[in-house]
């Protein structure tokens, strides 16, 4: 084989295995690319621990995910506005792990952050909420931050917008969205710099 054909076998599966990022799939709503995960992906089981109940975690779980309870514990322990909440919570944290897709509505498609609340809203609780983030923003009740709930909506400003972005509230600070293109539904530490300077309000819809 010539050095030019080794070269052309090396440089195409270099481009073969490098992975791919287009301008394109950024959500001109919603989206900027926020900081590293800081948990791993987790089945449905792996739910908050102390939300809803006090079961501590084990040595095998993430450090980030230490407050996490059994579904089970969720949903016996909740009736009215909070079995609605413990609705969300499961519902959202079922959604762990995927992918990010402009647009997205679906777990098959992938998810943006506001397709991430709608599909959540819609499949526990049957409420068809707006598309965008910002009108999303409009419905339901303000809440101030000392007053969250699990369920609850969280707004951000990640595009120099003030409702640009939008996450479900999980309790113990922590929400879930669809962050941006690469990235995947994961947990985050709402104490973190990046979203604490970022955070613009929040909203209760399910009462």
């Known amino acids: 084989m010539t050095r030019a054909a080794c070269a052309l076998l090396i440089a195409s599966s ?7 990022c287009f301008a394109n799939d950024v959500d001109p709503y919603a989206e900027a ?4 995960p800081t948990t791993t992906p987790a089945s449905s089981g792996n739910i908050f621990r102390k939300w809803f109940g006090s079961k501590k975690a084990t040595e095998t779980e993430s450090p980030a995910l230490e407050h996490v309870a059994p579904v089970e514990e969720i949903t016996t322990a909740a009736s009215g ?11 959202s944290l079922g959604l762990l792990g995927i992918g990010y897709r402009r647009g997205g509505n679906t777990p098959q498609s992938g998810f943006d952050c506001s397709g991430m609340v709608r599909y959540v809203f819609q499949n526990t609780l049957g409420l068809d909420l707006p598309r965008r ?3 999303i923003s409009r419905v339901g009740t303000k809440v101030n931050r000392n007053d969250l709930k699990p369920g609850d909506l969280v707004f ?3 595009l120099k917008k003030t409702f640009s972005h939008v ?3 999980l309790g113990n600070n922590r929400c879930i969205p669809a962050p941006a293109t690469g990235g995947v539904v994961r947990v ?4 973190e710099s990046y979203w604490a300077r970022r955070f613009t309000g929040a ?4 009462e």
Not at 81 to 91: F, K, N, T
Not at 188 to 191: I, N, S, V
Not at 203 to 206: F, I, K, M, N
Request: hydrophobic residues 45%; glycine residues 8%.
């Open 156 to 158: 951000y400003n990640t």
């Open 167 to 169: 996450g479900i509230y």
């Open 188 to 191: 985050e530490d709402m104490g």
């Open 14 to 20: 270099a481009f073969c295995f490098a992975p791919c």
């Open 133 to 135: 983030a910002e009108e």
């Open 81 to 91: 506005p909070a079995q609605r909440a413990s609705d969300l919570v499961v519902g």
């Open 33 to 36: 690319l926020a900081p590293a």
């Open 203 to 206: 909203r209760r819809v399910a």
